[in-house]
Nanobody, 123 residues
Framework: QVHLVESGGGLVEAGGSLRLSCVAS????????MGWFRQAPGKEREFVATINWGFSGPRYENTVKGRFTISADTAGNTGYLWMDSLKPEDTAVYYCAAASKFWATAPADFDSWGQGTQVTVSS
């Protein structure tokens, strides 16, 4: 089991930036894809971005393309989600997740989840 801890959420004005971090520990050898998902109140959890651990291959949800960047520091077992040009509709709890296969994107593909970090964008 991969243990994940997110940090970096907070309150920001529209147009601002935040960087989320996700530190992985435990069975990191089982980490093949790291993903970021978000869940707004009253909505289902949705895919934001994923990256293959060790060889990149980032994927993004259409509404965040060009604004968000996912990256991984495999030596430090840490993943990042850089969020620029934030909009009020980006407000949600953001979750880091780990999958034991490459190119995972669906929530069901992910075995381990962090506790989530709140991102609030004011208009």
């Amino acid at each position: 089991q991969v243990h994940l801890v997110e940090s970096g959420g907070g309150l920001v004005e529209a147009g601002g930036s935040l960087r989320l971090s996700c530190v992985a520990s435990g069975s990191v050898s089982r980490l093949y894809t790291m993903g970021w998902f978000r869940q707004a109140p009253g909505k289902e959890r949705e895919f934001v971005a994923t990256i293959n651990w060790g060889f990149s291959g980032p994927r993004y949800e259409n509404t965040v393309k060009g604004r968000f960047t996912i990256s991984a520091d495999t030596a430090g077992n840490t993943g990042y989600l850089w969020m620029d040009s934030l909009k009020p509709e980006d407000t949600a709890v953001y979750y880091c997740a780990a999958a034991s296969k490459f190119w995972a994107t669906a929530p069901a593909d992910f075995d381990s989840w962090g506790q989530g970090t709140q991102v609030t964008v004011s208009s």
